[in-house]
């Protein structure tokens, strides 16, 4: 599987572009934002996207979202609790950043996710890890190898819990169980460079706190 990474819109989020090799099957996670340079990237590798993933609603995740599925014809998947804001962006979270509210185009779900969710694609088994904490919805996509942790997990790091839907305690129990997955993963986050899950359970303050509270 190979990944490409473009960074997207004025906070700087990950885009990421997966896909196989041998087939050019391919998924994306997160399209924030410039669904010009997405859609390029996607027609200059010459992948053929099937499945849009959102690790988690937040405006700089979703603002190329309804042109990129509209353009690529992909399906569009989200957790079930974070659907309605897909359909319908409300501008809580950016009120709550202090930032004017955007215009996003609306881009209806068509898959629904949920905790255990295995989802073939790219000749991968894609599975789905509910892992709140960030959001109430927030979720990673592990291919076994490949982590993409959205706003979960970050290298050193983990995404900010003070926006509407954030939990701290809830974010350390999500790091506990990201940190327990067996052997090592490639990370690869929303925001900043990606890591691999055996660093983090090294290194990371706030996972090394979540493994420290669960004692
Ligand atoms: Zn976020
Ligand atoms: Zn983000």
């Not at 990129?68 to 974070?82: D, R």
């Not at 969710?117 to 190898?145: F, M, Q």
């Not at 350390?172 to 691999?196: E, K, N, Q, W």
Request: proline share 6%; charged share 20%.
């Amino acid at each position: 599987m190979l990944v490409e990474t473009m960074v997207v819109g004025f906070v700087q989020t990950n885009c990421y572009l997966a896909w196989n090799e041998a087939t050019k099957e391919g998924f994306l996670v997160d399209p924030g934002d410039n669904a010009p340079l997405i859609l390029d990237t996607v027609r200059r590798l010459g992948v053929q996207v099937k499945l849009i993933f959102l690790t988690h609603s937040h405006f700089d995740h979703i603002m190329a979202l309804a042109e990129v599925a509209a353009a690529t014809g992909a399906k569009v998947a989200i957790h079930e609790s974070e659907a309605a804001e897909i359909a319908a962006p409300s501008p809580a979270t950016l009120r709550a950043l202090g930032l004017p509210a955007l215009q996003i185009k609306p881009a209806p779900a068509d898959i629904l996710l949920k905790e255990g969710d295995t989802l073939p694609c790219a000749g991968e088994t894609l599975k789905i890890l509910h892992t709140p904490g960030h959001t109430t919805g927030s979720v990673c996509i592990d291919t076994g190898k490949l982590l993409f942790s959205g706003d979960t997990l970050f290298e050193d790091d983990c995404g900010r819990c003070d926006l509407p839907g954030g939990d701290y305690s809830v974010m350390l129990s999500s790091l506990r169980r990201l940190a327990a997955l067996p052997g090592d993963r490639v990370v690869y986050p929303g925001h900043s460079v990606s890591t691999t899950l055996a660093r983090e359970r090294q290194v990371n303050g706030d996972m090394l706190r979540a493994l420290r509270s669960a004692q």
